[in-house]
């Protein structure tokens, strides 16, 4: 089950695959609407880098020429803006979190301390020991807990003070009494570390009321060595009420027991920073129309850019729509200009929906393959090694070319390579310079890969476009100024770089397109010349008459072809497989037939739909096993409109003179369309010619050579050669490149005497060897019976 599922899913997705490929290859949307959203998404994609007015500069450079302004806008001051950020962001108080019960948990942790050690002790004395004497473990033991409840480091002779008093309330009153107005005042760790400007002010948060209370300064806040000082002070006024060593003790415990009641709250110090940050407004100045900005010679500064920058963002701003719809109408026009007039120089060119759909996506690939070299200039030119201008002569723009070109032709490569680059230098620095490199790199792509029959040709291809690409670049660089430069080096070598990538890209594009379009590229058609492709071996087999014929008619349209500069190898391929449809009823026609005419049984009429039907079947089989749309083309086009008239000149015996007027021609001829290229004209020729040529009794040069011109008269004056544009030169070329292969294959034999065995005579030469003459000479043979050249032409139709 799970495998049939997964056969059903394998299934499902190859035909939508197929849907879609059959979608674009019989793509019917109207040219002028592929056009029109063309030019709008490329228009919408780069109206944001439109033609600007404002050269930019960078620090340091010198201006070409005065700049003033034409508008009035405002500029960002940097200098001021920087200043008075950083004098807001100094004006945020600092923030400290006060925290109110710090002294009440040190009071009551000092009370508990004191009464358990109390306790503790009272139980180790009694009556007879009134000055607790004590033994030593247990003093040790109170002294461990005394120290880890109150946190300090007590040793044992002041524990021994305390003990000697008995741990008396008055001792502790004392401590708590020296640190209680240290903490009122208010504790921080250290006032330099924290807080360095003292100037500043301060916000006092209470984290048990969350109140806050603005504080002028620090000033009133005890640091921990500042709060030691204070209790040492207070204790100064207790010498003549406590004895000194118990006086000294107090004071050292109660400064052990201090700690930050006030703690500086950073996190949220830099919260209120940055959203200071954030709501400062940055500071302009106005530059008025008319005012000049840059005069020419003057060296730039900082300031000076950034007014330049801010006068191309007030041209660009409120003007998106504008320019969308200028950039639109630009390429609308470049484009329509540039295809009518290689249209007009070049009158063959036909586009249909799918050929301009097809162009509209690699030019758009183009678009987005240029597009990210439209912000080298917003990196920093720091970080790298090299040049980063350089790098713009390594985009690879030339692959529309050589697709363009390889799918469609030379003359609608060159259109292509003029859009692409226009698209190039207005996205590219809107340079001159980039539009003259990428135009001559585009005809040199478009003209290498013309003639292509092997993938190795579009690498040669490239490697070509990269020389051709290091030409440009130097003579550009000579032109100005800059040959003799580091950066000349690099544009060089990216430059050889580009052309490599865009052969190499081609390479891997070139099966999507001959897949996705249905277009039949002569590296295709170099593939399916290969004899052992499955079809033909099938031909060969069911059909071996068929097969002979189409080869024979192969090598007539191969030389035909190559006479009148028509694509030769389509012709032979197509010519391979223009009968291909003869393999489901090869038997009913003639070239296949062994024995007994199967068409001696049937009426004229179904003789005649059986041989029509051969070229819809031969158009099934061509697309079952994908041959291309040329092929299959010119496989529904190489019988064009003609009769069969064998057949019907037997329908008008059968019916006789009576019935005659009930009898359509139009049965009797093939449905067409007749041929529309000059290849699929020569197919036609070269069938008629090659099936005419076995017709011929005793065929010399002269019988062929009017056989040949009687079969191209009849097609021209039938007008089945009306719309494939082969001209009168062309069909005399056609004519005389038939008769030489035609006049090869019916080449005379000198006639080999018979052997020995058979009667021949011998005669000894004196050095013994044996000399051998023919039973009967030449001249004694009867000659063959002269018969009156009748064209007979029934197998034109079969």
Known sequence: MEKRKNRDKISSRIKKILSVRKALVHASTPKWVILILLCLSIAFLVSHKTLTRVKQYGVGDVAESNIKADVSFLVKDTASTAERLQQARDAVPAVFDYDPVMFKKISVKLHDTFETTRKALSQESDADNPEWEIPQEVVDQSLLEWNQNLGLDLDAEAFEILRRGKFSEDVENLILFLIEPVFRQGVIATKQDIYVDRGRDVIVRNIVTKEEENVAALEGFLSLRQARHAIESRAADFLRQYKYPSLMLSVRIAQDLLAPNLTLNKMEWDRRIDKAAEDFKPVYYKIQKHEMIVREGEKLTQKRIDELAALAAKQREGQAWIRFFGLSLLLGMLVYVVSESIGQMVPKIRLNSKDLLFLGIVIFVVFLVVLPAGYVGSFDPDLFI?????????????????????????????????????????????????????????????????????????????????????????????????????????????????????????????????????????????????????????????????????????????????????????????????????????????????????????????????????????????????????????????????????????????????????????????????????????????????????????????????????????????????????????????????????????????????????????????????????????????????????????????
């Open 386 to 798: 090299f040049p980063l201008t350089s790098t713009l002569y390594s985009t690879p723009l030339t692959l529309g070319s050589m697709l363009a070109s390889i799918f469609l032709g030379v003359p609608v490569a060159i259109m292509v390579s003029v859009v692409v680059a226009f698209i190039a230098a207005l996205v590219i620095q809107n340079s001159i310079h980039f539009f003259v490199y990428f135009l001559v790199g585009g005809f040199v792509a478009a003209i290498s890969v013309q003639d292509c029959r092997d993938r190795s040709v579009l690498l040669k291809a490239g490697l070509l476009v990269g020389m051709s690409n290091i030409f440009l670049v130097v003579a550009l660089n000579m032109v100005t100024d800059s040959l003799f430069t580091q950066a000349a080096i690099y544009d060089v070598s990216f430059a050889l770089l580009g052309g490599v990538i865009a052969g190499i890209i081609v390479t891997g594009l070139t099966p999507l397109g001959e897949m996705a379009f249905g277009y039949t590229t002569n590296i295709k058609l170099l593939e399916l010349a290969n004899l052992d492709s499955p079809i033909l071996k099938q031909l060969m087999i069911v059909a071996p008459g068929t097969y002979h014929h189409s080869l024979i008619a192969g090598t007539l349209v191969e030389a035909a072809g190559r006479a009148i500069g028509a694509n030769s190898l389509l012709c032979k391929v197509a010519a391979y497989y223009h009968d291909l449809g003869k393999i489901k009823k090869a038997d009913y026609f003639i070239e296949n037939q062994t024995g007994k005419n199967r068409h001696e049984k049937l009426a004229p009429s179904m003789s005649a739909l059986i041989l029509i039907s051969h070229v819809k079947e031969g158009v099934e089989l061509a697309r079952k096993n994908r041959l291309g749309n040329a092929i299959i083309d010119i496989i529904q086009q190489h019988h064009g409109t003609t009769i069969i008239s064998y057949f019907y000149q037997k329908a008008k015996e059968l019916k006789g003179q009576q019935d005659q007027g009930s009898l359509s021609e139009a049965d009797f001829r093939y449905p067409g369309p007749k041929p529309q290229t000059k290849e699929a004209g020569l197919v036609l020729l070269a069938d008629v010619a090659e099936a005419a040529s076995h017709t011929l009794q005793n065929p010399n040069p002269a019988r062929v050579q009017g056989m040949v011109q009687k079969i191209i008269n009849k097609a021209f004056s039938d007008g089945q050669l009306d719309q494939c544009e082969l001209t009168l030169k062309d069909l005399h070329e056609v004519a005389k490149s038939f008769n030489q292969i035609l006049n090869g294959i019916f080449h005379q034999r000198i006639e080999y005497p018979e052997s020995v065995e058979k009667g021949a005579a011998q005669t000894k030469i004196k050095d013994g060897s044996i000399s051998r003459q023919p039973a009967t000479s030449a001249r004694d043979r009867q000659a063959e019976p002269q018969v009156q050249d009748q064209e007979n032409l029934k197998r034109l139709g079969l």
